[in-house]
Structures are given as structure tokens and as C-alpha cells.
């Protein structure tokens, strides 16, 4: 059963560097409107995909909480289902924690705030969007370095940018620009990367300026030389050590799994997502350095959870886990000089199953007659093409809103692979009188049965699952990008406030530097 917590209790656990996962069961949306600092997002609806990556141990403290929905309930008889054992709902939920602590706006908010203290006190050096055009069209020694994913810089990229995401910066930057004479603009679609990714040149305005942008570019930074990768390692080994960085070997891992039962233990893979594809040790996972940084809660959910980084250059696990070791994080990484143990101890992570009934095939939809297929994915992806027919619906408020779905026929959940349908089946059930399955692999296995998908949009829930940033996309407002960085400037005096995050930033003061 779960305990219940209060707002000042729960801020103890961050403020004594305890470990805690804080969960908003809410959508997207809601939570991007307002939820506390550390508060990581996952709908009760995908409760039992999301949350054992984020939480790998069973006795770490889980804490929930909404702002009046009624999920937490469901969401805790789900998070327990799965074998946590010291769960907790925050008492008087939202509301009551905004009373004692901060409430933040957006996502990925620690690294956002974070990246506006270090520009605040190193005073990063920045130029406009339209210095940055008058640079370009003045000088010939530039380069313009993307710091975000491929896929965000396939999508828009100023004019000259090369794809060069953040943890790749120090790794790369001596092969794009080998020179110490050339001009090095970083730049990103809002803030975050350009500063924590480089301490060099931002760009963070360039739509604002109504200046044209390229798009569906595929240049990217090359690997470097052996002599460009030498001399970048010497620049992340002199960094690292000023930071603090710890580096482990072989027997301090074994250590650390060993006591994965006791403290939360997070093994990360920092490289290239095509290098690690191409061999990776066991047990780690992917989490590219620089968005690493930028959206830790994608990939560690536990505060006070210890984390261990992997390379093979001795340059990325570094440069990540100095901006890491700033945010307040345990961080170690792992020597390039020793080998991975085999066979490393890991902990009971809690693992779902599918029901064992409920399912339908592809080959079985045919002997059905009027059903109704109900789709669970996420909004963007329904509008990229679903099933021809299919309702969008939110998993959070399905019991509410599958009453008001067409058709007296079976009701066939959908979703991407079938995960999130076979999770919300015995939620549907429970309030419909009709038949209900789930389609055994979701939408992935209509399309690989070969048959079409549609993009006509039908909703039975307002689409509220995803918060769409105001720097995404070829077409955004004006007024929406420049709130948006109007707001993260504001984010410096939020965490004065708030007094919970823990980040200490380093100032350089190496007397080469």
C-alpha cells in the first residue's frame, strides 16, 4: 500500500542528496505547464514501459502526485503491481507542493536553468542572429557547429551549420576547425546547447530575425584525426580533473553493481548512437553526451542516483560528466585503459509482461465485424498515420472518453508496438459493456502486414499528450520563440528561489586558461 508524503518532506530527500523519483502522472501537456524541478513525466497510462528504465531498483523511493485528476491512486496500485516497494503520493498533490517550493513551466527544465547559471557567471560569450549573418558573409575562416541531434538539424539548420551534436563538440571540433584562427559559432534552436555544449559563441535568435534557414542538410562534423583526437583528450583530461571528475576502473564497477540493490546505479554509453550500434559492453545503454545533459530525465530518473559513463576516446564520458558532476549528479567514468567486466551484477528490475488474453491478430480482424479501433499512441505520432478509421484517444482519461466512441462493435486498441493498448485493456474493460482486445503489435504490425495507414485526424480526447516546444518545427510565431526565451532567462532567479537544485557551477581559473 502506498504511504502518503508532504511537499517539505519530499524536499529534504533532494536538499540531503537522498535519493527520490518524483513522478507526474499527468500528460505531457499539464506537466509542461507547471510541476516541480525535479518531477519527471510519465503518464500513468505508460506506467509500466516507461517507468523501469528511469527506476531500475525496487526499493528506491517513488514518490507520485497530480493536480486533482485523480490518477495517482491508479497509478500507484500500477507502480506497486510492478514491485516497488517505498512508494509515496504527495499529499494535496500539486497544488499543496506550489506552496512551499518553485513550480516550473516547459521541459527538461534543470538542464534549461542550469544552462542560464552558466552563462549568467561565466558570461558566455554570444553574438545576435544578426552578427552571426554578418560574420558569415564577412569572414571566410568560420565554421557554424549544430549542437543538437541529427535529426533536429536535418529537420532546420542555419546557413553553413554542420551537425555536431553537443557531446561531440570537444571530440570533433579540432577536425572542423583545426585552426586556433577561426571563428567557431555553436549554435542550437533555443539556448541550453549553445552554452553548456561549448562555453563559446551562441547563436539563439536566428528566427526571431526572420533570417531564412536550410533545411534537410546531412553534413556532419567527421570523425577526428588521430592527432585531432589526441589533442582533444588532453583538453577534456586537464578539464575533467580541474571539475573533479572521478575516473573508475574495473574493480570500482564491480564495486558499484555489486551494491546496485542499495544505490540506484546508472551505466550510460555517451557515444555516437551509430557507434554503439556497432558494439557497445553489456548493460550499458545509449545516451549520447550531449543530450545526456540536456534531458537527463530521459534516461536517469532517480536523484541521487549514481552514474557511471562510457567511451572509447576518453574525451565524451569526460566533458558529460563535468557538466553532470555541475547539475548536482554522481557521476563517474569508466577507463578507457580497462575492460568492461562480464557478466556485471544489475538489480531486480522490474519487468511487464503483456496479458496472456485480450490479444488479436491481424489475421484475426477479419472475422470481426463494426469495430472501432481506439489508437494509444502519442498525438504526433497518430497524425504521422494510423489506421485507417482509428480514434485518437488520451490513456489517461480513456475510461472517460471510450464512452463516447462510435459504433456498438468490438473496440480495438491500438499503439505503436501494442505495448500502451495491452497496458490500458483492463481500464477499458472495466467501463464498457462492448468487447474489447488489443492488437498484438500494434500499429508496427498492421504496416508490416502491409496495409495502409491514413493521416485523417478523428479525436475522442483533446490531444494534450505532448507539448510541443516553441523552437520546434520550420514555422514557428515570433512571439512564441522569443517567450519562450523570455522565460528562460527568468529561470536564474527561479532557482534562487526554489533553493532545491544543487547545481554549483565552475568557474576556470587555470592559470593556462
Not at 267 to 287: K, Q
Request: glycine letters at 8%; proline letters at 6%; a negative charge.
Amino acid at each position: 500500500m502506498a504511504k502518503s508524503i508532504t511537499a517539505r518532506e519530499l524536499r529534504k530527500y533532494w536538499t540531503n542528496q537522498q535519493e527520490v523519483a518524483l513522478l507526474d502522472v499527468r500528460e505531457e501537456g499539464p506537466y509542461s505547464e507547471s510541476h516541480p524541478l525535479w518531477a519527471l513525466s510519465v503518464p500513468v497510462s505508460e506506467i509500466e514501459t516507461k517507468l523501469p528504465p528511469l527506476v531500475p531498483r525496487l526499493s528506491a523511493p517513488v514518490v507520485l502526485y497530480d493536480n486533482g485528476e485523480k490518477y495517482v491512486n491508479r497509478a500507484a496500485t500500477k507502480v506497486l503491481a510492478l514491485g516497488y516497494r517505498e512508494v509515496y503520493i504527495l499529499e494535496g498533490g500539486l497544488s499543496a507542493y506550489s506552496l512551499v517550493g518553485e513550480v516550473y513551466r516547459d521541459v527538461g527544465v534543470p538542464s534549461k536553468a542550469f544552462g542560464e547559471l552558466v552563462e549568467s557567471i561565466n558570461h558566455t560569450p554570444s553574438l545576435s542572429a544578426r552578427e552571426v549573418k554578418d560574420v558569415l558573409e564577412s569572414e571566410s575562416d568560420v565554421v557554424v557547429l549544430d549542437a543538437r541531434r541529427f535529426t533536429e538539424y536535418n529537420t532546420m539548420s542555419i546557413p553553413h551549420g554542420r551537425s555536431c551534436p553537443g557531446g561531440e563538440l570537444l571530440y570533433r571540433v579540432f577536425e572542423a576547425a583545426p585552426s586556433p584562427e577561426t571563428t567557431v559559432i555553436v549554435n542550437c534552436a533555443g539556448r541550453t546547447r549553445s552554452i553548456v555544449g561549448t562555453q563559446s559563441l551562441i547563436n539563439s535568435g536566428w528566427t526571431l530575425e526572420g533570417l531564412d534557414l536550410e533545411t534537410k542538410k546531412t553534413e556532419r562534423v567527421p570523425v577526428p584525426s588521430a592527432d585531432a583526437s589526441q589533442k582533444a583528450r588532453l583538453h577534456a583530461e586537464s578539464w575533467a580533473s580541474y571539475v573533479g571528475v572521478s575516473i573508475i576502473d574495473d574493480a570500482q564497477l564491480l564495486r558499484f553493481a555489486a551494491e546496485s540493490e542499495d544505490r540506484t546505479l546508472y551505466l550510460l554509453d555517451v557515444r555516437d548512437p551509430d557507434e554503439y550500434a556497432d558494439g557497445h559492453p553489456a548493460g550499458f545503454s545509449n545516451a549520447p553526451g550531449g543530450q545526456l545533459v540536456q534531458a537527463t530525465e530521459e534516461w536517469v530518473g532517480v536523484r541521487g542516483g549514481r552514474i557511471v559513463l562510457y567511451d572509447t576516446d576518453g574525451v565524451r564520458a569526460r566533458m558529460t560528466a563535468s557538466w553532470l558532476l555541475q547539475l548536482g549528479w554522481e557521476v563517474y567514468v569508466f577507463d578507457t585503459r580497462a575492460t568492461v567486466p562480464a557478466g556485471l551484477k544489475a538489480p531486480a528490475i522490474p519487468l511487464w509482461h503483456p496479458p496472456h488474453t485480450g490479444a488479436i491478430t491481424i489475421d484475426s480482424l477479419q472475422a470481426l465485424e463494426g469495430a472501432t479501433f481506439i489508437d494509444l499512441a502519442r498525438s504526433p505520432a497518430y497524425g504521422k498515420g494510423h489506421i485507417p478509421g482509428a480514434w485518437f484517444a488520451s490513456g489517461p482519461e480513456l475510461a472517460r472518453d471510450l464512452l463516447s466512441a462510435p459504433g456498438d462493435g468490438p473496440i480495438i486498441l491500438t499503439s505503436p508496438d501494442g505495448d500502451v493498448a495491452s497496458i490500458n485493456l483492463d481500464e477499458a474493460l472495466e467501463v464498457t459493456s462492448r468487447e474489447v482486445f488489443y492488437l498484438a503489435g500494434g500499429t508496427a504490425a498492421w504496416v508490416a502486414a502491409g496495409l495502409a495507414l491514413e493521416t485523417e485526424s478523428r479525436q475522442l480526447s483533446e490531444p494534450i499528450d505532448v507539448y510541443k516546444r516553441p523552437y520546434e518545427g520550420t514555422s514557428n510565431a515570433r512571439k512564441d520563440m522569443q517567450g519562450y526565451l523570455d522565460w528562460e532567462y527568468g529561470l536564474v532567479a527561479q532557482l534562487a528561489n526554489d533553493g532545491i537544485s544543487g547545481f554549483h557551477v565552475v568557474r576556470d581559473r587555470r592559470s593556462n586558461s
